[in-house]
């Protein structure tokens, strides 16, 4: 075994926090990288070391510079690297430079990496070892002609994807021949954009399905367990907004049959790490492999919330060398989990980025609870990366109990100074089809009339908060002002619940 006693963060933000903070508990060092953009970004207090990194004006960001992060980790002293997800977590030239320099990739194998990364080759490994697929192309699609003879082979409507990637980038809908060549050009320019690859590929279209993934846990002893599904049907263009765990569509015959076959796939690769297989679900309960995300999910807090194991942990004891002394049937699944992803996105505007500066952050606490952030009040959602402010974790012992403190929580949190995707999510706390649990991916799309909740009392709150923060700024310039609640804190949630009671 490799005892790991320093780790190179390789990320920022929220999943940044995650991994230092596990990093801590298990004794071990951290190295931060401080940019330009984010000089006094949340994850920079909590490391051990931080790097700072003049990358003002590189041409490509720290976090995708495969030779700068591998040197700064030599610089460091660092005998890990955890790459978090996103940038370059699932990149195998990276998990390879990282060994040619004896450096620990918190992560699966290089090989691993490539043959899961890369769509047709995952493809054709899952034909190999009969998991169910949907009918597709053997590999990569040259052009426009070469698809438009796949599709009607394989029967519209077709769905175009990126080989590289995933994410929702580089995919296309095409429900007739005379669509092909747009989608086709559309998918191919942004998978080369996103992946800079514009390889594509072609799959028969699953209408409106549900989105169910396994996570899975191997180790490098050939140990593979899987610790139950996630449910990640509540998208909008193929990007996640809440996941939960379990799937209210799943009873134990098809989870066992489901996650045998998650780990059945990984098994075929050689697998170590955590890892996501991805299925999708039909209305007649038949479910087709989809892909295999190589890294930790953004959404890994339901199933630890479940389960009761870290998954980070995990992942840093498997890249240590140790052996997972957890069995699959010591895995239980206990409670349900609700995880809803906080953006700074205008929803009213088609969920559009809303970069600002967070003025006011209040967030909610309790038993029920978890909150995983990587910003505090006075930090910037800058534009050069991701939107997320927090992602809210509530439990409950049921789904209903989970979506009855999930409506609380969110009620609960108040952040000043962008525009967040909390109004959708408490219109879908109460909306009929998410609540008896048939939505699938079409639900957004297809099922919704609006994406936000309006309180009948909304006005009057605002005009309240409005008030008081205007007379909180007077109170501390020396101006006489009044006071409110006996000097109490309001909160916009107190107030709420105080104009229901009239």
Known sequence: MDKITRILIANRGEIAVRVIRTARKMGIGTVAVRTAVEPDAMYLSLADIIHDEDDELA???????????IAIALKNRCDAVHPGYGFLAENAYFAERCRDN?????GPSPDAIYKMGNKPVARQIAMKHKIPMAMGSAGNVANEDEAARQAARIGYPVIIKAASGGGGRGMRIVRMESEMEKMFILASREAEKAFNDPSVFIEKYIENPKHIEFQILGDTHGNIIHLGERECSIQRKHQKLLEEAPSPALNEELRAQMGETAVRIARAVGYYSAGTVEFLLDSDRNFYFMEMNTRIQVEHPVTEMITGIDLIEQQIRIASGEALTIRQEDVKLAGWA???????EDVQAGFAPAPGRIEKLSLPEGAHVRIDTGVRPGSSIVASYDSMIAKLIVTGNDRHEAIINMKQALDKVWIKGTKTTLPFFRMLMRHHTFQDGTFTTAFIEKDLERYHFSSEYEETIAAWIATKLFTEENLSSGKPGISFDQGRELTPWLLRKRLTQF
Do not use: Q, S, T
Not at 62 to 68: A, Q
Not at 102 to 106: E, G, N, V
């Open 59 to 69: 041409e490509i960001p720290v976090f995708l510079d495969v030779e700068k992060l």
């Open 338 to 344: 609700i995880e809803c992803r906080i953006n700074a």
């Open 102 to 106: 004896k450096i620990i990739f918190i």
